[in-house]
């Protein structure tokens, strides 16, 4: 069983390429990613829910044209368009949607897994719809595959002290869209002090 | 000081030389793994249909996703290059690109932007026929794809879907290599209703004088175009479009055509059509598998493994695993190397060790618990019988399920990846209680 904290060390190192949070329970998930957010370091990120509404697609595709640009002056992308492109992506696969989302995000394997890379979070129940219909993206994943559900609450005193209460509010509007709730504030609060590692 | 993935460093180095995203090639640039030849005729079957039917060649390649065909076919780009009597241009159809429903316009706008960026090769581009051919080109394609010209300032104006896309003509080299750009990215991305529709015949004519004059810059033989990534088109009625409906336009371009097609639509119902129309696809098999329990492994592994200075730093058990668990697809191969380096690290291994490898196979597993039961009864079949690669387009693709493996005997070698033997097994188990 892996570690958030191993999941941040990957991405870290590699800063390119595609992992996959894999998910069950939104409470699972939400500690994940606080666990992630702890250990990654100087590397942004940016956020979006996936689903089959258009305007979700149409944000896909603006996110991904700023690795792919095409225009008269392309070292003259705007400020913002250059910070997206430079982030971790997080593309968070709303629930049955793989059918309609698979094809789009399987067509741009090249510009997602282009560094610093991306995260697709995806629950359990869909990876096999996903995978059956983003056959060539699911093949730059590999064995890089992680768990919420049996992620460990293990970590180095220095990710704990780095642990928040709260996810940036970009992640938080995803996740409110997402089927199930997440904990409250107390109750991650609670958690990370049950989780110290030990003082020895 | 002995080296040692524990190290943060040498870790990252070894990282830096492995790439399973992009091809391999010769030439090793960090973050790129480096090609190495492997034991196919590939190249020899590639070379003698380029050279026996000169500038009229019509190939396709295929083979099973992270088999390799990307890195075989740029080197072959590159020996060919360098030994033949043809110009040559490697078209990307992933560049800039989505070809996943991408249709036969969307690959000839392709063919047609790299075309023209290779022009940059020559240096006569100011000579009158090169200057006036761009222009007929340029004319055209404004003409096609609704563009206008704004005020005095040499500015076009096109819309692509909706959005405006301003190009200024001061660079007209330039400008038409972004008109291409992207109308061939609109072509791909855009729904069926926006697109361009057919692409005129005054512009396959425009493409066959540029393609004339490289023949003539180069006093040789008609080109060769290397189409890439047009594996990636998972529609099928795009693949039929282009694989099928298409090849009367593919047969007026003059030059030899070496395109990749996806594996499955060369199967099943589409097979008759397209081997009439291109003749058998020539297919790249996934390298040997090995065996476990015998002591040997194909060279090509270990090459892999010290091209990323990684031959000092894995046990050997290690290595089989990974290659065995790899089932000969070298895109896994490299992914379980990547990982079985960052689990040592985090392990505070030297080297990579048997229990870092079988952690990397463990995580590669979770993609086969998701194979439905379907999928399983047509997999236990498929490797009962060894037919019906038809219907099992899906065990053909991640996570692979079934390996096509080089003939032995005349037809391929249908085998099950060895990462999807422990959910095969549990399921033969099921059934075999059931009928109990």
Redesign the interface.
């Known amino acids: 069983m ?1 570690t958030a904290e ?1 999941l941040a ?2 991405i870290c ?2 800063r ?2 595609i992992h996959v949070v ?1 998910w069950d329970d939104q409470n699972d998930l939400v500690r994940a990613l606080l666990a992630l957010f702890a250990g990654l370091d100087d590397l942004r990120t940016s956020a979006l829910l996936l689903s089959d509404q258009e305007k979700d697609l149409l944000a896909l ?1 603006e996110l991904v044209e700023t690795r ?1 640009e ?3 002056d392309a070292s003259g992308l705007e400020e913002d368009r250059r910070l997206r492109r430079d982030q971790l992506w997080i593309l968070c696969l709303q629930q049955a949607s793989s059918i309609a989302v698979g ?2 995000l ?5 510009p997602i ?1 282009d560094p610093p890379g991306a995260m697709l979070v995806i629950r359990r129940a869909d ?2 719809s996903f ?2 219909n983003a ?2 993206i ?8 992680y ?1 919420a559900s049996t992620m460990l609450s293990v970590f180095s005193k220095t990710t704990h002290e780095l642990l928040r209460t709260r996810l940036p509010d970009e992640i938080e509007a995803v996740l409110r869209r997402l089927p199930g709730t997440s904990p409250s504030e107390a109750d991650v609060a609670d958690w990370i002090k049950a989780s110290a590692p030990d003082e020895r | 000081m002995p080296r040692s993935l524990s190290d ?1 460093q040498q ?2 180095t070894a ?1 830096g030389r492995l ?3 992009r091809r391999a090639e010769l030439g090793g640039r960090e ?1 790129q793994t480096r090609y190495e030849p492997r034991a196919s005729e590939l190249h020899k079957r590639l070379a003698l249909e380029v050279t026996s039917r000169r500038g009229k060649a019509r190939t396709l390649v295929t083979g099973q ?2 088999v390799g065909k990307s890195s075989e076919l740029w080197q072959f780009f590159h020996d060919q290059k360098n030994a033949s009597e043809e110009f040559i241009v490697y078209c990307d159809l ?9 249709g036969a316009t969307g690959v000839f706008l392709t063919i047609f932007r790299d075309c023209w960026t290779e022009t940059q090769r020559f240096k006569r581009r100011s000579e009158r026929k090169f200057l006036q051919l761009r222009e007929e080109i340029l004319t055209r394609l404004i003409d096609w794809l609704g563009g206008e010209r704004v005020g005095k300032d040499n500015k076009l104006l096109f819309k692509f879907g909706g959005m405006d ?4 003509l001061n660079e007209p080299n330039k400008a038409l290599a ?1 008109v291409l ?2 109308a061939a ?1 609109h072509e ?2 855009s729904e069926p209703s926006d697109r361009f529709g057919l692409v005129p015949d005054s512009l396959v004519n425009l493409l066959n004088n540029l393609l004339d004059w490289f023949t003539s810059q180069i006093r040789g033989q008609a080109p060769l175009l290397i189409i890439d990534h047009v594996d ?1 088109i ?2 099928a009625a795009a693949a039929e479009d282009v694989l099928i409906k298409a090849v009367p336009h593919w047969n007026r371009i003059r030059a030899s055509i070496v395109m990749t097609a996806p594996f499955e639509h060369t199967l099943g119902d589409l097979r008759h059509s397209v081997e009439s129309k291109w003749g058998r696809p020539i297919m790249l098999y996934p390298v040997p598998i090995p065996e476990l329990s015998s002591g040997s492994i194909p060279p090509i592994y270990l090459k892999i493994v010290k091209n990323a200075g990684l031959d000092a730093l894995i046990h050997q058990e290690s290595l089989h695993l990974l290659a065995r668990y790899s089932g000969g697809i070298l ?2 191969y490299v ?2 190397l ?2 079985a380096c ?1 689990e040592a690290h ?1 392990a505070g291994h030297r080297r990579i060790e048997p229990s870092d490898a079988r952690k ?2 463990q ?2 597993e ?2 086969y618990q ?3 039961t379907t999928e399983l009864a047509l997999l236990d079949e498929i490797s009962d019988k060894e037919t019906g690669l038809g219907e099992a387009a ?1 065990l053909l ?3 692979i399920g079934l390996v096509v493996a080089e003939p032995k005997d005349g037809d391929p070698e249908l085998l099950v990846h060895p990462l999807a033997r422990s959910a095969l097994a549990k399921y033969q188990l099921k059934k075999q209680k059931a009928f109990a």
């Open positions: 892996s191993q060390f990957s190192t590699e390119r390429g894999l595709r792919i095409i225009s008269e094809p789009w399987n067509g741009w394997r090249r897994s990876f096999g995978q059956r056959p060539d699911a093949s730059f994943i590999g064995p890089r595959i768990d | 943060l870790l990252r990282l790439n399973a995203e973050d996703i992270g992933e560049q800039q690109e989505h070809p996943e429903r991408c896309f301003p190009v200024f972004l750009g992207k990215q791909a991305v990636k998972r529609d895109r896994s992914q379980f990547i990982d960052k985090l990397v196979i995580d590669a979770i993609a998701d194979y439905t899906t693709r991640s996570p």
